[in-house]
């Protein structure tokens, strides 16, 4: 599913360590349902991204008027939508550059790597493709010399018990077009960009030190395959047993629960959500259609107005008039950004594949619930 | 971690006024919980600390509860320390800032302490941790709580008694999956494990509960062959999990399964269809606006150009509607395509 990087692009892969993994879990829950952003700092070793420590940005933008660092209008109608705006902002809000140097500053004293190679976000069911997202990653990728990359983390199919962490960059001809920061439809007929250039997803690897392997190896697992264990002697004891009770590297078997539906409901939920979106860009293009072929027309009807005074004033022998006036008079309407419709495209297809992948894992689960079950049948 | 240790519970001691929390009135036990990002990230600053020092020394944040007994460390980062033979210093000002960028982020946590293979000097009213890192042997945490006691009065701010509390490392259930995954790297040689699929997740499940059950299998085929020892609790206990299994008919299995399935195979189809539309509707704008120039303002040019050029167009419009019109029926919706026609 991963597409492979071109092989002229500067990372091709991507390292995690598990203080990063366990960081972004923990801060993502945390906020959870609002999206939390913050920064990534590591190493770029060769073609591979090292990533070794990650820090989260301050979600709220400073209130300039009062100084607090903390403070958003809670009379503000709009208090709502901005802090979801706010919070997806953040990572190339001013405040949050200024905060991220500075805690690159402290945690060089400390020997922790002090390149900053990229920005995460939480998203719910693979909801990350909007513009702030591309923003976001532009911004990186155009500050920061090309090697930073942004870690996608999907709070609601990791708890459903297999962990989602994606990376991502923006292409090389999305960025040539960012640049340009025209998304008309010429400009896209030109480079022929479509809404699957848009993102690279890069494959992701866990790295752990040897210290942390370490106590790992002492964390319980499973208990012991051997025989000799003394047999419980109440039922009691079995419940109370430590290893099995409260063991944090028992084998998770979350993932072999059978909930369908409401996953389902929630991609539901959000394609319609794409659909709406999709629609309204619909709209916006066909006003803009409308009201330039009106403009067209009335510049039309102006200029042969203006061909046939001008024909009359040569029989009066008269100057004629300037027959490019109109470009002064009439003003044509300017065309909108195809940036979104796109990014819907990108988006519907996240989650047409995130339902793909989802049903081989539930058909295989259902057929294996129904076998059995059902055991006379042949499966 | 298996923590059995056994913990005597003395009163906590109260420290004289100037040193006292806030909360120092009650004198219950404080036991502390600590979250596995904080232990995971003391054991990175651990592996990261200049060569010639013996420990890494830092501050814990989180949470403590309304009356002070239950204290939950949630956060930590480290601060730069020097040591001479006696007396081991912080630099008290990185503190502060890191506390002030911290706290900004994430405006819930409160201070704590912590120091890794030796015990930091600094007594705050707070609780301290240690972690030993000492190559070899297990890595060890161990909490206490600092309480001055004064062995002459001049020197009665520097020292202080430690008192282990109880602590205990919780793993929360979002943090399971990352924490398997992480785990998976542990057995192999690079230390290394790429991001696995859904379906990569799910075989590996699988495959523990059946090697699981054919351990339970094979122990029960030797209590019958009397080759073990029976348990009663064991027996029991199976007898309670086989009893899980629901009691259904197999009518219903059937119709609740396919009607599951469609359930899946429809919502597939319909993104796979939604995200084929949108594709063929943004195709359809952007690739119209070649073949009819009069609709269309490609360029700002002389106006001669363009009269002759929309007479061209409507010509080639004319052709288009047909194509359009067509390609509207199939697309179901009114797209750029259908919109020129009606131009």
């Given at each position: 599913?991963?597409?492979?990087?071109?092989?002229?692009?500067?990372?091709r892969e991507?390292?995690l360590s598990?203080?990063?993994?366990?960081?972004?879990?923990?801060?993502?829950?945390?906020v959870?349902?609002q999206?939390?952003?913050?920064?990534?700092?590591?190493?770029?070793?060769?073609?591979?991204?090292?990533?070794?420590?990650s820090f989260?940005?301050?979600?709220?933008?400073?209130?300039?008027t009062?100084?607090?660092?903390?403070?958003?209008?809670p009379a503000?109608?709009?208090?709502?939508?901005?802090?979801?705006?706010?919070?997806l902002?953040?990572?190339?809000a001013?405040?949050?550059?200024?905060?991220?140097?500075?805690m690159?500053?402290?945690?060089?004293?400390?020997?922790?790597?002090?390149?900053?190679?990229?920005?995460?976000?939480?998203?719910?069911m693979?909801?990350?493709?909007?513009?702030?997202f591309?923003?976001?990653?532009?911004?990186?990728?155009r500050?920061?010399?090309?090697?930073?990359?942004?870690?996608?983390?999907?709070v609601?199919r990791?708890?459903?018990?297999s962990?989602?962490?994606?990376?991502?960059?923006l292409?090389p001809s999305f960025?040539?077009?960012?640049?340009e920061n025209?998304?008309?439809?010429?400009s896209?007929?030109?480079?022929?960009?479509?809404?699957?250039?848009?993102?690279?997803?890069?494959?992701?690897?866990?790295?752990?030190s040897?210290?942390?392997?370490?106590?790992?190896h002492?964390?319980?697992?499973?208990p012991?395959?051997?025989?000799?264990?003394?047999?419980?002697?109440?039922?009691?004891?079995?419940?109370?047993?430590?290893?099995?009770?409260?063991n944090?590297?028992?084998?998770?078997?979350?993932?072999?629960?059978?909930?369908?539906?409401?996953?389902?409901?929630?991609?539901?939920?959000?394609l319609?959500d794409?659909?709406?979106?999709h629609?309204t860009?619909?709209?916006n293009a066909?006003?803009?259609?409308?009201?330039?072929?009106?403009?067209?027309?009335?510049?039309q009807?102006?200029?042969?107005?203006r061909?046939?005074?001008?024909?009359?004033r040569?029989?009066?022998?008269?100057?004629?008039?300037?027959?490019?006036?109109w470009q002064?008079l009439?003003k044509?309407?300017?065309?909108p950004s195809?940036?979104?419709?796109?990014?819907v495209?990108?988006?519907?297809e996240?989650?047409?594949?995130?339902i793909?992948?989802f049903?081989?894992?539930?058909s295989?689960k259902?057929?294996?619930v129904?076998?059995?079950?059902?055991?006379?049948e042949a499966? | 971690?298996?923590?059995?240790h056994?913990?005597?519970?003395?009163?906590?001691?109260?420290?004289?006024a100037?040193?006292?929390?806030s909360?120092?009135?009650?004198?219950?036990?404080?036991s502390?919980?600590?979250?596995p990002?904080?232990?995971?990230s003391?054991?990175?600053?651990?592996?990261?600390?200049p060569?010639?020092?013996?420990?890494?020394?830092g501050?814990?944040?989180?949470?403590?509860?309304?009356?002070?007994t239950?204290?939950?460390?949630?956060?930590?980062?480290?601060?730069p320390?020097t040591?001479?033979?006696e007396?081991?210093e912080?630099?008290?000002?990185?503190?502060?800032?890191?506390l002030d960028?911290?706290l900004?982020?994430?405006?819930k946590?409160?201070l704590?302490?912590?120091s890794?293979?030796?015990e930091g000097?600094?007594?705050?009213?707070?609780?301290?941790?240690?972690v030993?890192?000492?190559?070899?042997q297990?890595?060890?945490?161990?909490?206490?709580?600092?309480?001055?006691i004064?062995?002459?009065?001049?020197?009665?701010?520097?020292?202080?008694?430690?008192?282990?509390?109880?602590?205990?490392?919780?793993?929360?259930?979002?943090?399971?999956?990352?924490l398997?995954?992480i785990a998976?790297?542990?057995?192999?040689?690079?230390?290394?494990?790429l991001?696995?699929?859904?379906?990569?997740?799910?075989e590996?499940?699988?495959?523990?509960?059946?090697?699981?059950?054919?351990?339970?299998?094979?122990?029960?085929s030797?209590?019958?062959?009397?080759?073990?020892?029976?348990?009663?609790?064991?027996?029991?206990?199976?007898?309670?999990?086989?009893?899980?299994?629901?009691?259904?008919?197999?009518e219903?299995?059937?119709r609740?399964f396919?009607?599951?399935?469609?359930?899946?195979l429809?919502?597939?189809?319909?993104a796979n269809?939604?995200?084929?539309?949108?594709?063929?509707?943004?195709?359809?704008?952007?690739?119209?606006?070649?073949?009819?120039g009069?609709?269309?303002v490609?360029?700002?040019?002389?106006?001669?150009?363009?009269?002759?050029?929309g007479?061209?167009?409507?010509?080639?419009?004319?052709?288009?509607?047909?194509?359009?019109?067509?390609?509207?029926?199939?697309?179901?919706?009114?797209?750029p395509?259908?919109?020129?026609?009606?131009?």
């Amino acid at each position: 599913m991963a597409t492979v990087p071109p092989a002229e692009s500067p990372v091709r892969e991507v390292q995690l360590s598990a203080l990063v993994v366990m960081r972004l879990i923990k801060h993502s829950t945390q906020v959870w349902p609002q999206p939390a952003t913050g920064c990534l700092v590591g190493m770029d070793v060769g073609a591979q991204l090292q990533i070794t420590n990650s820090f989260p940005f301050p979600a709220s933008n400073p209130d300039n008027t009062t100084g607090n660092p903390n403070a958003t209008n809670p009379a503000d109608p709009y208090h709502q939508a901005d802090q979801l705006a706010l919070a997806l902002a953040a990572p190339r809000a001013k405040s949050s550059v200024a905060y991220q140097n500075e805690m690159i500053k402290y945690l060089r004293e400390v020997n922790v790597d002090a390149q900053g190679v990229g920005w995460y976000v939480s998203c719910s069911m693979g909801n990350f493709v909007n513009a702030s997202f591309v923003e976001n990653q532009a911004f990186y990728q155009r500050a920061t010399g090309e090697q930073t990359v942004a870690l996608v983390f999907d709070v609601g199919r990791s708890s459903q018990g297999s962990l989602t962490l994606k990376a991502y960059r923006l292409s090389p001809s999305f960025m040539a077009a960012c640049k340009e920061n025209k998304f008309t439809t010429e400009s896209i007929q030109k480079s022929n960009l479509r809404y699957q250039d848009i993102l690279i997803e890069l494959p992701v690897a866990i790295h752990n030190s040897h210290l942390l392997t370490s106590y790992l190896h002492q964390l319980p697992t499973s208990p012991t395959a051997d025989t000799d264990l003394a047999l419980p002697a109440s039922l009691n004891e079995l419940h109370r047993n430590p290893h099995l009770a409260s063991n944090p590297l028992a084998p998770n078997l979350d993932n072999l629960d059978l909930s369908i539906d409401p996953f389902l409901e929630k991609t539901v939920d959000q394609l319609l959500d794409s659909i709406e979106a999709h629609q309204t860009e619909q709209n916006n293009a066909q006003y803009y259609q409308r009201s330039l072929a009106r403009e067209q027309a009335k510049i039309q009807t102006w200029q042969l107005k203006r061909k046939q005074e001008n024909a009359l004033r040569v029989q009066q022998k008269q100057t004629p008039l300037p027959e490019d006036e109109w470009q002064k008079l009439f003003k044509l309407p300017v065309e909108p950004s195809r940036l979104e419709a796109m990014l819907v495209g990108r988006q519907v297809e996240q989650y047409a594949r995130q339902i793909d992948g989802f049903g081989a894992v539930v058909s295989g689960k259902m057929f294996g619930v129904r076998g059995n079950l059902l055991p006379g049948e042949a499966s | 971690m298996g923590d059995s240790h056994n913990y005597l519970h003395l009163a906590r001691p109260l420290a004289p006024a100037p040193i006292a929390t806030s909360q120092s009135s009650v004198t219950a036990p404080v036991s502390v919980t600590l979250q596995p990002q904080a232990l995971f990230s003391i054991i990175d600053h651990a592996s990261r600390r200049p060569a010639d020092q013996e420990r890494v020394i830092g501050t814990l944040l989180g949470t403590r509860s309304e009356d002070g007994t239950e204290v939950s460390v949630t956060n930590c980062y480290a601060v730069p320390h020097t040591e001479t033979a006696e007396q081991v210093e912080m630099d008290m000002d990185y503190q502060k800032r890191m506390l002030d960028l911290h706290l900004r982020a994430a405006p819930k946590e409160v201070l704590n302490f912590y120091s890794q293979q030796g015990e930091g000097t600094f007594p705050h009213p707070a609780v301290h941790l240690t972690v030993s890192t000492v190559a070899g042997q297990d890595v060890e945490a161990n909490t206490y709580i600092s309480a001055p006691i004064g062995v002459t009065a001049e020197r009665a701010a520097d020292s202080c008694l430690f008192i282990p509390v109880p602590h205990e490392i919780k793993y929360d259930e979002a943090s399971k999956s990352g924490l398997e995954l992480i785990a998976g790297a542990r057995d192999r040689d690079d230390r290394t494990q790429l991001m696995q699929t859904d379906l990569e997740t799910l075989e590996r499940a699988i495959e523990q509960v059946l090697e699981m059950l054919e351990r339970v299998s094979n122990y029960v085929s030797d209590v019958l062959d009397e080759e073990q020892q029976s348990s009663t609790a064991l027996g029991q206990f199976l007898l309670n999990t086989l009893a899980l299994a629901p009691k259904v008919d197999a009518e219903d299995i059937e119709r609740d399964f396919n009607n599951h399935i469609q359930d899946v195979l429809l919502v597939s189809y319909l993104a796979n269809t939604i995200r084929t539309q949108i594709d063929l509707s943004n195709r359809l704008a952007t690739a119209a606006i070649t073949m009819g120039g009069d609709t269309n303002v490609a360029s700002s040019g002389g106006d001669q150009q363009k009269q002759q050029s929309g007479e061209r167009g409507g010509e080639r419009g004319g052709q288009r509607r047909e194509g359009g019109g067509g390609q509207q029926q199939r697309s179901g919706q009114a797209g750029p395509g259908g919109r020129r026609g009606e131009q």
